[in-house]
T-cell receptor, first 112, second 115 residues
């Protein structure tokens, strides 16, 4: 059925390390793909999105590319900072719709 | 500069009781969503309103759960005969249009504990 599978956390990195959080999805057709982030004590907020195959979403140094052939949307950042410590959620939804399907979240902890 | 506001932030109730959770969306946002998030899990969709009407209520788990948005602004999620399994954080979000075409803004949630 419709789902999102994310890399399990927690992920612990040193500052300036390279980050990858894997995400694959199961959906019928061609959904839009999203990464949401939840910083400690705050609500979920949109980090980036991509609406069609081969699109790259980017924001705050994070990037993710919509790969239709592998149904993936992996999140990457070249050099993480302590302030990136948060829980990251991959999600998808159909265009014109409202419902989002979320993964279970991946906790990232960046140490100085 | 208000974001999405949810009240109460915490609610403890006894098994079998009725609870109401309130969501104040961002002014002007026609779309409103309710999600439920259990510990260690991602948000699980419950219901989506476009204006006053429920455009998609496919995520409501059973008939104990009901949500309204009578004037197209504030929404209330109502849970009857609460069970311990209903314990979770209930999240509300709003967007100008659907969440796949315009950004959805989330509230901080109501943590419901059924004892």
């Amino acid at each position: 059925g419709d789902s999102v599978t994310q890399m399990e956390g927690p992920v612990t990195l040193s500052e300036e390390a390279f980050l990858t959080i894997n995400c694959t999805y199961t959906a019928t057709g061609y959904p839009s793909l999203f990464w949401y982030v939840q910083y400690p004590g705050e609500g979920l907020q949109l980090l980036l999105k991509a609406t069609k195959a081969d699109d790259k979403g980017s924001n705050k140094g994070f990037e993710a590319t919509y790969r239709k052939e592998t149904t993936s949307f992996h999140l990457e950042k070249g050099s993480v900072q302590v302030s990136d410590s948060a829980v990251y959620f991959c999600a998808w939804g159909y265009n014109q719709g409202g419902k989002l399907i979320f993964g279970q979240g991946t906790e990232l902890s960046v140490k100085p | 500069g208000a974001g999405v506001s949810q009240t109460p932030s915490n609610k403890v109730t006894e098994k079998g009781k009725y609870v109401e959770l309130r969501c104040d969306p961002i002014s002007g946002h026609t779309a409103l969503y309710w999600y439920r998030q259990s510990l260690g899990q991602g948000p699980e969709f419950l219901i989506y309103f476009q204006g006053t009407g429920a455009a998609d209520d496919s995520g409501l788990p059973n008939d104990r759960f009901f949500a309204v948005r009578p004037e197209g602004s504030v929404s209330t999620l109502k849970i009857q005969r609460t069970e311990r399994g209903d314990s979770a954080v209930y999240l509300c979000a709003s967007s100008l249009q659907g969440a796949t075409s315009t950004e959805a803004f989330f509230g901080q949630g109501t943590r419901l504990t059924v004892v």
